[in-house]
């Protein structure tokens, strides 16, 4: 791929508007009359000047420093507001609180308030030098000149200190020439609105790139002082395109100092599995740019298209399956959704309405014990659906409350037909847990308790259900047997419970929960080790309690 560049550079403005007048006092040959120069002298000794001055200058080097002024936390609190408004106008009924809150929000004044902040978070504080757009030069080409004052914040993710104008450089294959290769979104290039893909960079500060490198030109910016000056010819297309509003879910890690490919090192942005970004453009079909969800840096940084990780993860295990065919996890590899990133929004909660709350491990790590556990704690609120079964019913047994009790034909046509979340066979009989009752205990107010089967989660996670998805996972093989020795752990494969676990047992429990990292790990919401029971238990208390009261991230699609 052709490398590109970072345009870099130090900032050092000088305001000092004595030294301004005093350079003038001594220039004798200025083209102005008596009359002129004395506005200018009193105009530079206004006190109105210098105190804007000041505090220019106090903006800037606190905001630096971060002292004093608090980090902005986000840069589009007018799109929040903006949103907040469609929720509650998309509400069936408005409570009067929620009526309150509407007329407020559309308040001139408060808006007022919220747009200067997106002004002072975007920095749109720092001085918009003119520019001269078009000239006509000695070969008749249309050219434009720039000027940018450089900024002070580093890019998200990158591992260099030095200060950016928000845009990359490279050579054209065709033409050899210097070009502006991408403009970062947030950055002082995209902020200015002057500068686009496909430019022609002619001069910087006066010195022409005519047979330079990028790396010559990024060395000419390091090198200059005060603003930087940049004499392009206009590509025929400006490609301005808006910032998206798309968020994703990261589904794996990724360092851009690690990355052979990335155009621009620089401008590479790390994150890990799991981090939600937000992707501002998707034009260059391998890289996207975007930014960390909620973080106080401004300039977005490339990332891997999803297209292009979607290659590099199907090149990455064929070279796995060339060394072993026999392995089995390729083959349900190749059946499942290759996980890269998902398109996330925020679902906030409702009252008396609840997501249901699905214990996903291996079995023997604990699930049931959590689930009950987890009932126990309010029966009235946590409710478990009631499985269905083909086999007769024992004295003593009510239908309905242990199990529901149903004919073989009946159960295994109900299967044919999808109706159940998960079922199974055990010693002659079926047994199955029914979707409609899942959505039942939804629809009722109460809060749905699940551990089913792993793969059950391809039936549950729907945009009708909005499950919150918990892994439980046992800790490394040693700490596990130690943990439910030292407790005297009862084996669930034992339908008595009338022994410990074998060592086999473990083993199996370790292999059980590598194949489901592998296949579905990316459908999980939370991630509990269960080496401790009460420790595991005040987490899942936590994680719940969390989804009852917090927005969170879901699938885009159901919040749409």
Known sequence: ??????????KKVDTALTDLFTNLQRASNLPTTDEELGFLNDLLQSKELNALVNIHNKILTNVERKR???????????????????ELINQSTMSPDCRELFQMLQRP?????????????????????????????DSEETVKIVQLVKSNEPLTGTQSAEPIVGATIKTDEQTGKIVIARVMHGGAADRSGLIHVGDEVVEVNAISVEGKTPNDV????????????????PAESKGNVRESKVRVRAHFDYSSSNDPYIPCKEAGLDFKKG??????????????????????????????????????????RSLVANEDEENAENDDFDRELIATYEEVA????????????????PPGVGRNELKR???????????????????PMKPGEVDGKEYFFVTREQMEDDIDKGKFIEFGEYKGNLYGTSAENVKDIVSSGHVCVLNPHYQALKILRTPQLKPYIIYIKPPSLDVLKDTRMANHARSTFDVNNSRGFTEDEFKDMIK?????????????????????LVTAFTKLLTAVNRVETEPLWVPASWVQ
């Open 109 to 137: 004044h408060l808006q007022g308030l919220l747009c200067a902040h997106d002004s002072v978070a975007q920095k749109d504080y720092y001085p918009h030098l003119p520019d001269i757009p078009v000239e006509e030069d």
């Open 512 to 532: 059980h929960t590598e194949r489901i990292e592998f296949l579905y790990e990316h459908f999980f919401d939370e991630t509990i080790i269960n080496d401790d």
């Open 218 to 233: 990024l060395t000419i910016l390091q090198n200059s002082e005060g603003t930087i000056t940049f004499k392009l010819i």
């Open 275 to 316: 981090d939600v970004l937000h992707v501002v453009c998707q034009d260059d079909q391998y890289w996207w740019q975007a930014r960390k969800e909620g973080d106080r840096h401004m300039r977005a940084g490339l990332i891997p298209s999803r297209a292009l990780q979607e290659k590099r993860i199907v090149h990455e």
């Open 68 to 86: 004093f002024f608090p980090i902005p936390v986000l840069s589009d609190s007018m799109q929040v507001l903006s949103d907040v408004l469609e």
């Open 1 to 10: 791929m052709t490398s590109e560049v970072m345009a870099n550079g130090k």
């Open 373 to 391: 556990r987890l009932i126990d704690t309010d029966p009235e609120k946590y409710r478990t659906p009631t499985p269905y079964t083909s086999r």
């Open 346 to 361: 925020k679902l906030y909660p409702r009252p008396r309405v609840y997501r249901p709350v699905v214990l996903i491990g």
